[in-house]
C-alpha cells in the first residue's frame, strides 16, 4: 500500500471535525516531513500509513474511510472505547474551570480522583500523580529510594529485583528495569547496578528447564536467590507486572506472586507492582495481583487509569510507605521530585469518569467473562501448526506462533509480519511481542473491555484465516 498523492491539503483547524479523506495524503506528506515517530521504521510507516482519523467503541476509522476493529485498545490502553464523548464534556467543563495548576497546591479533581483510586486499592495508600506509566514507575523507584533513606539510614538499599523479559517504561532507569535485551542495546550501558534479573515465570519456555507444578515456582524463589546473592540490605524493592503483557502475555502459575511477595516481605524489601496495562479491568479483576491476593506496597498505573483519554499515571503508596514523607519543612521528609503534569485537574477529572464508566457498566466482569470466551476462541486455533501455545487472562491473550511445536523454534519475523498483515487488511489490528529478534513471534490481542462476542468472533475468524493462509511450516 503506497499513500496517495496529488490531493489538496486539509489541514484541520484545532476546532473542526476530524481530517476529512480528501485531505489523507496531504496530512501523510505533512506528517513525513515532520515527525519523528515511536518504534516504527519510517519506511514502513511511509509504505502502509495509517492516519486514524475518529473511533467509537472498538472500532477506528481511518481517513480513507477503512474500518478497523483495534483489537489493541490502541497501546494496550483505551478500556472504555473510543468515541466517549462525555469524557469531552467533563474535559472542557474542568479546562473553563481551571486548566491547570501545579500539585504543590491541592486541586480537587485530583483529590477525587486520588480518593477514587485509594478505595479500590484497599483505602490505606496516598496517590503521587505523573503522566506515563515510565514516570510511575521511576517515581516508584525514587520514592522507594528515599523510603529506604529515612527508615535504614545505616544502609544502601537502592537495587530493584526485577525479571527478565519484563517491559516497564522507556526512560533510560525504567528501560535498565525492563528486561528486554533487544530494546536496550542502543543505549547501553545503563547505569551500574540498580537492577538486578532474574528469571521470568515464562511457562511456555521456562528459563529453568522445568515444568508446572513439578517445578513448585523454582522461578518465583530466584527473587530470593538474588536479594541473599546482592546482600538484602542493598535491596529496595522487587518490581514485577503480574501478567507479562509485552513479550507475549507470560501468565504465571497463581502460587508466583504470593510466593514473591512472601519473599520481598522476609527481606523488608517494598513490593513494587507494575499495574500499567494490567489494571483497570484488563485482566478480569480491577487490578490484576487482586487474582492472587497480594497487598503491594506500591503499584503503579496508567492507560486504563484514563482509558488514554488524556495523559495521566500515579504511583500509589500504602500509608506505612507514606508515613515517612510526612513531617515538618525543616525535616526535609518530603518527596524530592515534580512533575509540571502531575495530578493535571482536567486529566484527573476525566480519569475519574473513566472509571465510573468501568464500574457503571461493570466493564471488569465484561473482561472476565469475554476474556475466557475469547480465550476459548483463540485455542481453536491450535488445529494449525504455526500455533504453539495460546494464553491469556482476561481480556489480555497471546497466540504464540512456532516453526515446531517439538522444538519451539519460533515463527520467524516474516511470519508474524504476514499474520499482522493479514489482520490488517481484513479489518482488525492485531500487536505483536515485543521480545525482540527470539521473541516476537507471539500475536497479542488486549481489545477494549467493550468488545463484543460477534467483534470476538470476528478477531478469531480473521486470525484463522490468516494462519490459514499460512499454510503449513516447512
Ligand atoms: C508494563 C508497563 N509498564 C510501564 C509502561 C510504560 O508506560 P508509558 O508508555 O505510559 O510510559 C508500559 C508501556 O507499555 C508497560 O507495558
Known amino acids: 500500500m503506497t499513500p496517495e498523492t496529488g490531493t489538496a491539503a486539509e489541514v484541520p483547524s484545532a476546532t473542526s471535525a476530524p481530517a476529512a479523506s480528501g485531505g489523507r495524503a496531504s496530512v501523510i506528506r505533512q506528517d513525513l516531513d515532520n515527525v519523528l515517530h515511536p518504534a516504527i521504521a519510517h519506511k514502513q510507516l511511509e509504505a502502509e500509513p495509517l492516519v486514524i482519523v475518529e473511533g467509537r467503541g ?54 477525587a480522583l486520588a480518593e477514587q ?12 500523580f ?39 517504561g522507556t526512560t533510560l532507569a525504567t528501560l535498565a528495569a525492563g528486561g528486554m535485551g533487544d530494546r536496550k542495546t542502543k543505549f547501553e550501558p545503563l547505569g551500574g547496578n540498580d537492577f538486578v534479573h532474574v528469571p521470568a515465570p515464562y511457562c511456555y519456555r521456562c528459563p529453568l528447564g522445568l515444568s508446572y507444578p513439578s517445578c513448585d515456582v523454582a522461578c518465583a524463589k530466584t527473587v530470593e536467590a538474588a536479594i541473599q546473592g546482592e546482600g538484602p540490605d542493598t535491596v529496595a524493592t522487587v518490581l514485577v507486572e503480574p501478567i507479562m503483557s509485552a513479550v507475549g502475555v507470560a501468565v504465571p502459575p497463581d502460587e508466583y506472586l504470593p510466593v514473591v511477595a512472601g519473599i520481598a516481605k522476609k527481606y523488608g524489601c517494598l513490593l513494587h507492582i507494575d499495574e500499567v496495562i494490567n489494571g483497570f479491568g484488563r485482566t478480569g479483576a480491577m487490578f490484576a495481583h487482586q487474582h492472587y491476593g497480594v497487598r503491594p506496597d506500591m503499584v503503579s498505573i496508567a492507560k486504563g487509569l484514563v482509558s488514554a483519554y488524556l495523559p495521566i499515571a500515579a504511583t500509589v503508596v500504602k500509608n506505612d510507605v507514606f508515613k515517612s514523607f510526612v513531617g515538618e519543612p525543616s525535616e526535609m521528609r518530603q518527596v524530592f ?25 461493570q466493564l471488569v466482569k465484561a473482561s472476565a467473562d469475554n476474556g475466557a470466551y475469547l480465550l476459548d476462541g483463540l485455542r481453536t486455533l491450535s488445529r494449525h501448526a504455526w500455533v504453539g501455545d495460546v494464553r491469556g487472562k482476561g481480556l489480555l491473550a497471546g497466540v504464540e506462533l512456532v516453526r515446531d511445536r517439538q522444538t519451539k523454534e519460533s515463527a520467524p519475523p516474516d511470519v508474524i509480519k504476514r499474520v499482522v498483515d493479514f489482520c490488517r ?37 480473521v486470525l484463522d484465516r490468516a494462519l490459514v493462509e499460512l499454510g503449513s511450516p516447512a
Open 337 to 361: 521530585q515534580i512533575s509540571t503534569y502531575g495530578g493535571h485537574p482536567v486529566a484527573a477529572a476525566v480519569a475519574r469518569r473513566n472509571i465510573e464508566i468501568i464500574q457503571e457498566e
Open 117 to 128: 483510586v485509594n478505595g479500590l486499592l484497599g483505602g490505606d495508600n496516598h496517590v503521587y
Open 130 to 168: 505523573v503522566a506515563s506509566g515510565s514516570e510511575a514507575n521511576e517515581a516508584g523507584f525514587k520514592i522507594a529510594r528515599q523510603y529506604m533513606k529515612h527508615e535504614h539510614p545505616g544502609q544502601a538499599r537502592y537495587k530493584t529485583i526485577t525479571r527478565y523479559l519484563g517491559y516497564h
Open 58 to 111: 472498538s472500532t477506528v476509522v481511518d481517513a480513507d474511510g477503512t474500518e478497523y476493529l483495534d483489537a489493541m485498545a490502541g497501546l494496550w490502553c483505551v478500556n472504555i472505547g473510543y468515541g466517549r464523548t462525555e469524557l469531552a464534556d467533563v474535559a472542557a467543563a474542568q479546562m473553563r474551570a481551571l486548566p491547570y495548576y501545579p500539585h504543590t497546591a491541592i486541586n480537587a479533581p485530583a483529590a
Open 425 to 461: 487488511r481484513n479489518g482488525v489490528l492485531v500487536g505483536r511481542s515485543g521480545g525482540g529478534r527470539h521473541l516476537g513471534n507471539t500475536i497479542q490481542l488486549s481489545p477494549p473491555l467493550v468488545i463484543t462476542r460477534p467483534e470476538i468472533d470476528h478477531v478469531v475468524s
